[in-house]
C-alpha cells in the first residue's frame, strides 16, 4: 500500500491560511484518486475534498470557495490550500486514497497533520 505523509499544519487565527502537503511514497500516486479528511476532537473522521488522477475535484460544503485541493503528479504530493479558516476547521488533516472523488477511503492513513484555528 502506498505510504503517505502529511505535513503543513500548525496554529492560525481566524482568516488566516494554510497549505498542507501529502507525499506519497509511490509513482503510481498519479492514477489514484486522493482525498482529504479530518478529525475534530470527539467527532469522526470527515470528507474535506476529493481530486481525481485527471483534476476534477469534489468538496464537502462547508468549505467549497474556502479550500483548494490540487496535486503535482511529478512530485507525487497531494495539496490542500486553506484560506479564509475558521475555529470549526480546526482538525486533524489526513489524506488517503479514496474510490471516487465524493470520498469513500480504499488505502491506508498517515499520521495526519493538526490545523488549529484560534486567536
Known amino acids: 500500500q502506498v505510504q503517505l505523509v502529511e505535513s503543513g499544519g500548525g496554529l492560525v487565527q481566524p482568516g488566516g491560511s494554510l497549505r498542507l502537503s501529502c507525499a506519497a511514497s509511490?509513482?503510481?500516486?498519479?492514477?489514484?484518486?486522493m482525498g482529504w479528511y479530518r478529525q475534530a476532537p470527539g467527532q469522526q473522521r470527515e470528507y474535506v475534498a476529493g481530486?481525481?488522477?485527471?483534476?476534477?475535484?469534489n468538496y464537502v460544503d462547508s468549505v467549497k470557495g474556502r479550500f483548494t485541493i490540487s496535486r503535482d503528479n511529478a512530485k507525487k504530493t497531494l495539496y490542500l490550500q486553506m484560506n479564509s479558516l475558521k475555529p470549526e476547521d480546526t482538525a486533524v488533516y489526513y489524506c488517503?486514497?479514496?474510490?471516487?472523488?465524493?470520498?469513500?477511503?480504499?488505502?491506508?492513513w498517515g499520521q495526519g497533520t493538526q490545523v488549529t484555528v484560534s486567536s
Open positions: 481530486i481525481s488522477s485527471g483534476g476534477s475535484t
Open positions: 509511490t509513482s503510481a500516486f498519479s492514477i489514484y484518486t
Open positions: 488517503t486514497r479514496i474510490r471516487s472523488i465524493w470520498g469513500d477511503s480504499i488505502g491506508s
